[in-house]
């Protein structure tokens, strides 16, 4: 062994330099024995080399040993030195003071001396520097003790057959006898024989935790060194003992019961285990723990989850202890509903796999499988909703048609479930179980209808009757047939609100004999929306008399099949009796579903006799009495005798107001009846009440002041004739007096009619009432709302739009071509285009449809009748006539507001016309009423 005698951590200076203290503190150690201190003082000689010498203590080892070697450790700085001698004695003291021989080299052998108890050495410590001393810091001894012996024993690799974790290692005997050595150390691995990837030899405390290092492995060995120091006692190894722990492990097999045979990773051991579409098969298999200290939870899934393949359960998916984990039954299940989703017919491998918890072992067994087609069938309603009235049968009633689509036959029974059975009845109730062999066989043939009826007692609202059907594979279809209930049937029946009515059930209205009652409907609003017909009759009855008035003649649709709106016609007839006040006529329009439900509304009709209706309207104008109305409907729209007011020449609102008005005969176009003035009074169109009978059998006292229709057999005085008013009117208020009378034609001035109702133009009426225009128009010709300058003094005041017309339409009457004109750009040489004009007028705006010019050489026509004259020049008669001929067939061409268009040909006469010669010409307008 090796011993060292100067400890490591004392340092010896005995040589100091000049600046520092010269104190050494030496300690000798021996292995067992105690330090021993010794305080020694440098020399003080200060010479040119100075030298220091520690001599240490004896050293005794106790027993004869053999010195082997000496080496020591000692820093020496530039001109220092350590020397080292040493010597052997045969007592502690070294009494016999034996020579300390030469110096010592470090590491020198000192063998030769043998069987030596007692040990010294001396150290010298040189420095010719001043400024730096040697330093000795450690010196060791090697040596056998005479009888020791030591060994090592290593044991072979025990294998644990797993992989694990090494936690300690244990022996006995624990305490060993004096003087003896004994060590322990251990290495593990998982490879066969050891290699770098195994742990270093480890020093192993008696049961003390072996570490990290040792974890995962399947190998392990064991180291001893052994050893004594003498020859008397030597150590003991009795038992050796290794703490490890085992992994959890887990084996996964099918149960040898059918399906599976022998059990075993796959069932069933060879083949497949067949299943209609839509079945399933049971199979039960074993986790059972294999190794391990502690159990570890298993968790179950299945795969592939595709196809419609289903494994359950596995509500209880771990397995927490060996026992437990044994007989879990799985049901491997196919999908068939008979559409998108079913398992296809086929083969499969169905996967379990098991999955501990905490080491993570995955362990998977197989199932074989091949599924075959099932049966399938359908199954329908013709009405999957209806309704009802309580105490009623429902409609439309469902019709179940179960249909046998594909696979191989197979039955199918039946449930219906009832939701209310107290208060809804269902017949038949259900239906009997049927095999169907056939595809494309449908039960019951034809369908099974069933009837539906609710009591008085059921509450309203909607039931689901669900009907199944379920085939003797599993496959179940189900339809549902939706009833509502509703409370018991009836209808409100009213007038609209549109006026005279006002929404209730009963309606009063003023009509005139020969007129009818329409724009009203009897509003017909169900309870529900269920459909029934509602048949509906009416009675006209005359309350002043009870009986029935056959002359009133009621519209109406027959029937309504759910809420709806019923227009009704109420007409009268040209001698349907005039009603006495207060005592209307009564019609009773009766809605009835012919369950007893019926409803009436009533209208209350009061005829009368209508007054004359005047078919002349609006207005005409007089600077001197102002407004003159045609028809007491301007002042009276809704012909109740009660003036409106509003309008400037109306009567104030409420004023008591009679039938008045004049009227145009459409088809003799005379004019008859009053217009009304507030200045004058009356204006009478009618001849009778204008000449007060003194126009007739020779006397002419009140006959009109001039033709025309001023003669005794004349049948009237004004008339509408090629589009003019031709004749007279009178102000009744100058009858007798010789004054009132009102020309509507002179030789400038006239009314015309203007369009296909309108009149415009001018009536003069002499000092009293002056000019009457009877269209605005006249003095408004642009119509932009300000009086034409050629009006007068009020020219540029606002122009109030105003008219006589008529209600329908006025005949046509012939235009004119007036302003005939021609204008040569060049007489002086031939070919002669003169630009030949007019001015086409139609008093009802038709527009020119066509016009003929015709030019005639005047020395041939001097009187213009277009005929040659008889003293006409020879040429006449050989020469064309008329010169030219042009017609006009093009666009139409539209009039302005007055009825006027100004239209200019120019004319090539491809040198017909000849110089120094004068023509003239003739021009005929056509109307677009084909009227020249």
């Given amino acids: 062994?090796?011993?060292?005698?100067?400890?490591?951590?004392?340092?010896?200076?005995?040589?100091?330099?000049?600046?520092?203290?010269?104190?050494?503190?030496?300690?000798?150690?021996?292995?067992?024995?105690?330090?021993?201190?010794?305080?020694?003082?440098?020399?003080?000689?200060?010479?040119?080399?100075?030298?220091?010498?520690?001599?240490?203590?004896?050293?005794?080892?106790?027993?004869?040993?053999?010195l082997e070697t000496i080496s020591w450790v000692a820093t020496t700085p530039p001109s220092t030195s350590v020397a080292i001698r040493a010597r052997v004695c045969v007592d502690a003291t070294c009494s016999t003071n034996p020579s300390w021989g030469s110096n010592l080299t470090n590491g020198q052998s000192i063998s030769s001396w043998t069987a030596r108890r007692y040990f010294q050495y001396e150290a010298t410590l040189s420095s010719t520097d001043d400024y730096a001393a040697p330093t000795l810091s450690e010196v060791s001894v090697e040596y056998i003790i005479i009888g020791a012996a030591s060994g090592t024993l290593t044991s072979s690799v025990y294998d644990t057959t797993f992989v694990g974790d090494f936690i300690s290692v244990s022996w006995l005997p624990i305490s060993q006898p004096v003087n003896t050595t004994f060590g322990m150390e251990v290495r593990a691995g998982t490879t066969l024989p050891p290699d770098s990837t195994w742990t270093g030899w480890t020093a192993a405390g008696n049961n003390l935790a072996a570490g990290t290092a040792f974890n995962g492995k399947r190998y392990i060995q064991y180291r001893v060194n052994l050893g004594t120091m003498d020859g008397t006692n030597t150590p003991v190894l009795e038992e050796i003992r290794m703490n490890y722990s085992e992994p959890f492990n887990y084996s996964l097999n099918w149960q040898a019961t059918s399906p599976c045979g022998a059990g075993g990773l796959v069932c069933p051991p060879t083949g497949f285990i067949s299943v209609n579409q839509g079945g399933s098969v049971l199979a039960a298999f074993d986790a059972i723990q294999t190794a391990g200290m502690t159990f570890e939870n298993i968790s179950f899934d299945y795969g592939p989850k595709t196809n419609g393949i289903s494994v359950s359960p596995f509500s209880l998916s771990s397995c927490n202890d060996a026992t437990s984990c044994s007989g879990v039954t799985a049901t491997m299940r196919t999908t068939f509903?008979?559409?998108?989703?079913?398992?296809?017919?086929?083969?499969?491998?169905?996967?379990?796999?098991?999955?501990?918890?905490?080491?993570?072992?995955?362990?998977?067994i197989t199932f074989n499988l091949t599924?075959?087609?099932?049966?399938?069938?359908?199954?329908?309603?013709?009405?999957?909703?209806?309704?009802?009235?309580?105490?009623?049968?429902?409609?439309?009633?469902?019709?179940?048609?179960?249909?046998?689509?594909?696979?191989?036959?197979?039955?199918?029974?039946?449930?219906i479930v009832n939701p209310n059975p107290t208060n809804i009845t269902i017949a038949p109730s259900t239906l009997a179980s049927h095999t169907f062999t056939a595809s494309g066989e449908t039960y019951p043939a034809g369908g099974q209808l069933f009837t539906i009826s609710v009591s008085n007692a059921i509450s309203l609202g909607t039931y689901i009757i669900p009907m199944t059907g379920t085939s003797d594979s599993g496959l179940s279809k189900t339809v549902y047939y939706s009833l509502t209930v509703y409370g018991a049937f009836d209808f409100a029946f009213t007038w609209d609100t549109t006026s005279p009515c006002t929404g209730a059930a009963s309606c009063s209205d003023t009509i005139y004999q020969g007129s009818s009652a329409s724009g009203n409907s009897g509003v017909v609003a169900y309870n529900s929306p269920l459909a029934r017909t509602v048949n509906f009759s009416n009675t006209v009855v005359n309350t002043s008399t009870g009986l029935a008035e056959p002359s009133i003649t009621v519209s109406i649709p027959a029937s309504c099949a759910t809420t709806c709106i019923l227009p009704v016609l109420i007409s009268t007839g040209a001698n349907t009796p005039a009603t006495p006040s207060g005592t209307p006529y009564t019609v009773a329009i009766t809605g009835d579903d012919g369950s007893g439900v019926a409803h009436s509304i009533t209208y209350n009709l009061t005829v009368k006799l209508p007054p004359t209706n005047y078919n002349m309207m609006g207005w005409a104008w007089s600077d001197n009495i102002g407004w003159i109305s045609f028809n007491a409907q301007n002042c009276d729209t809704d012909w109740d005798g009660f003036s409106d007011g509003g309008n400037a020449g109306c009567p104030v609102a409420g004023t008591l107001i009679p039938n008045y008005g004049i009227n145009l005969n459409l088809s003799t176009y005379e004019l008859s009846g009053e217009a009304w003035n507030n200045e004058i009074g009356w204006i009478t169109f009618t001849r009778s009440f204008a000449t007060n009978g003194q126009c007739a059998g020779g006397i002419t006292t009140e006959c009109p002041p001039a033709a025309p229709y001023n003669t005794t057999s004349d049948a009237y005085i004004a008339e509408l004739k090629d589009g003019k008013v031709q004749g007279w009117a009178r102000a009744t208020s100058g009858i007798g007096e010789n004054w009132g009378w009102l020309?509507?034609?002179?030789?400038?001035?006239?009314?015309?009619?203007?369009?296909?109702?309108?009149?415009?133009?001018?009536?003069?009426?002499?000092?009293?009432?002056?000019?009457?225009?009877?269209n605005s128009i006249n003095c408004d010709a642009d119509t932009?709302?300000?009086?034409?300058?050629?009006?007068?003094?009020?020219?540029?005041?606002?122009?109030?739009?105003?008219?006589?017309?008529?209600?329908g339409t006025l005949p046509c009457s012939p235009p004119t071509a007036t302003s005939l004109s021609s204008n040569f750009l060049d007489r002086c040489g031939q070919p002669y285009n003169p630009t030949l004009s007019f001015t086409y007028k139609d008093s009802q705006l038709n527009p020119l449809l066509q016009y003929t010019i015709k030019i005639y050489d005047y020395a041939c026509d001097t009187n213009k009748d277009a005929v040659i004259d008889g003293s006409a020049p020879g040429y006449c008669a050989t020469n064309p006539f008329p010169t030219d001929t042009y017609v006009y067939a093009g666009s139409p061409i539209a009039t302005n507001a007055l009825g006027l268009a100004n239209v200019d040909y120019q004319y090539n006469g491809a040198s017909k016309l000849d110089y120094n010669k004068s023509y003239y010409f003739t021009v005929t307008v056509q109307s677009i009423c084909n009227l020249d």
């Fill in 784 to 807: 932009d709302g300000l009086i034409d300058a050629s009006c007068g003094a009020n020219a540029g005041k606002t122009a109030y739009p105003y008219k006589v017309w008529v209600r």
């Fill in 337 to 364: 509903t008979g559409g998108a989703g079913d398992t296809p017919t086929g083969n499969y491998t169905i996967t379990i796999t098991g999955t501990s918890a905490t080491s993570g072992i995955i362990k998977t």
């Fill in 1 to 66: 062994m090796v011993e060292k005698i100067l400890s490591k951590n004392t340092q010896s200076a005995l040589i100091a330099p000049r600046t520092k203290t010269p104190l050494i503190t030496g300690i000798l150690t021996a292995c067992g024995v105690a330090a021993l201190g010794f305080l020694l003082s440098a020399a003080s000689a200060q010479a040119a080399t100075t030298t220091g010498v520690y001599t240490s203590p004896v050293k005794d080892f106790t027993t004869a040993v053999n």
């Fill in 371 to 415: 599924v075959t087609a099932g049966f399938n069938f359908s199954l329908s309603l013709n009405n999957t909703s209806g309704s009802a009235y309580v105490n009623e049968t429902a409609s439309p009633l469902p019709t179940l048609t179960t249909t046998y689509v594909s696979g191989t036959s197979g039955t199918v029974s039946y449930s």
């Fill in 743 to 774: 020309a509507l034609t002179g030789a400038s001035y006239g009314v015309t009619n203007l369009g296909a109702s309108d009149f415009q133009g001018w009536a003069w009426g002499g000092d009293v009432m002056g000019w009457i225009s009877f």
